[in-house]
Every structure is written in structure tokens, then in C-alpha cells.
């Protein structure tokens, strides 16, 4: 009875033993995969909160119109909507002439700079620090935009808003996304493009 209760523990000793080695190999890769289930939670998350920002900035150029504080008006709502991301950061926002590009695609000059009748090009900082004074809105000039305006390339009062030839007005938006858990190393760049047609002036309205 003793010789089998001896050879019964042993056996429980070397059972826990197992188990213990078991996991010690499977912990690491629990392990992994649950903070890959938490980067790529996050990162969902924050491509859709991206999705929204875009949209909202374009919402707001498009229902502003030839308005000359439009593409000021559009980066407010884009830095609201993304100043509160945890781990992105804005590199660049244009705002293009989408008349007459079916692909809704930015135009590949726009990445680099502002272009002329094409679109305007706005780094990161200035779309965290954009101030109404560096905006066609701030000039003397009622037609135009002068040439110390940010947004002076693609002039938001040249944008027609009636007619057959509606302005279409694309928003697309560059923003770094950093993981939370360092897995996947170094950042990632997340864009994402809104197409909104410029809303037109209120019937019976000749100018707005």
C-alpha cells in the first residue's frame, strides 16, 4: 500500500511538473495574442474616429460653400475631431478640386504643396494652430485671395456653387498613428479621403 501510495504521488509531482513547463512555453504566446487583440482593438477604433474627422472637415468646406473662411472652417472641425486621438498625430490635410476627378483620388502635386486652381496643402502644425488672420477671410480683397493667404492657391470665394459646374471639394487627411503596445515598431500612416459637393446658395438667392 505504501510502495503504491509513493508511486501515486510522484506521479502527481511529475503531472504539476508538466503543467508548469506547459505554461511556461504557451504564457508567451497568450500573451502575444492578447495584446494584439488590444493593438488591433485600438487601432480599429482609431481608423474609424479618422473616418468621422474626415468626413466632418469636409462636411464643413462643402456646406461653407465659396465662403471665404472655408478651408479655416474645415480645419477647426478636422483638429477637434483628432486632437483627443490617443497616439495620432495630423501630418497633413488637402483640400482639393474634385470637379472633375471621378476617382475622388488626391491629386499626387497636392502631396508635396499647394497647387495652383487645384488645391491647398496644410502641414500638420497648421492645422493645429490655424488662425483665422493667415485665411482669405483676413484680406481687404472681396474677389480675391492675396498672397499672404494660406489658402490663396485654390481660393476658396473662385469655388462655383451654382450651376452646372458645382464645385466638388475632396478633404484628405494624413495622420501617424503610433501602437500602444510597441509590437508592431515604428508608425503607421493612416489616410482616409471625404468627397462632399459644394452645397448651393438658398433658392432665389443670386449670391451667398
Known amino acids: 500500500m505504501s510502495r503504491w501510495w509513493a508511486r501515486r504521488r510522484n506521479a502527481s509531482r511529475d503531472d504539476r511538473g508538466a503543467v508548469l513547463v506547459e505554461f511556461v512555453l504557451i504564457a508567451p504566446v497568450l ?3 492578447a495584446l494584439g487583440i488590444l493593438e ?11 473616418e468621422r474627422a474626415t468626413q466632418q472637415g469636409a462636411r464643413s468646406v462643402s456646406s461653407m460653400g465659396d465662403g471665404r473662411y472655408a478651408d479655416y472652417e474645415a480645419l477647426r472641425a478636422i483638429d477637434a475631431s483628432t486632437r483627443g486621438l490617443s497616439g495620432m498625430t495630423v501630418q497633413q490635410v488637402i483640400i482639393f478640386d474634385a470637379t472633375s476627378n471621378d476617382s475622388g483620388e488626391v491629386p499626387v502635386a497636392c502631396r508635396s504643396s499647394s497647387q495652383d486652381d487645384l488645391c491647398n496643402t496644410y ?3 497648421q492645422v493645429r494652430n490655424a488662425n ?3 485665411f482669405s477671410g483676413a484680406t481687404g480683397d472681396s474677389a480675391y485671395c492675396a498672397d499672404t493667404a494660406i489658402d490663396e492657391a485654390w481660393c476658396p470665394v473662385d469655388r462655383p ?3 452646372d459646374n458645382r464645385t466638388r471639394i475632396g478633404v484628405h487627411v494624413i495622420l501617424t498613428y503610433r501602437p500602444v503596445t510597441g509590437l508592431v515598431p515604428g508608425d503607421l500612416t493612416i489616410e482616409r479621403t471625404a468627397v462632399y459637393q459644394i452645397e448651393p446658395c438658398a433658392q432665389g438667392q443670386t449670391s451667398c
Open 132 to 134: 483665422p488672420g493667415n
Open 123 to 125: 502641414t500638420g502644425a
Open 161 to 163: 456653387r451654382d450651376g
Open 40 to 50: 488591433y482593438g485600438n487601432a480599429y477604433s482609431q481608423v474609424a474616429n479618422v
Open 31 to 33: 500573451m502575444l495574442f
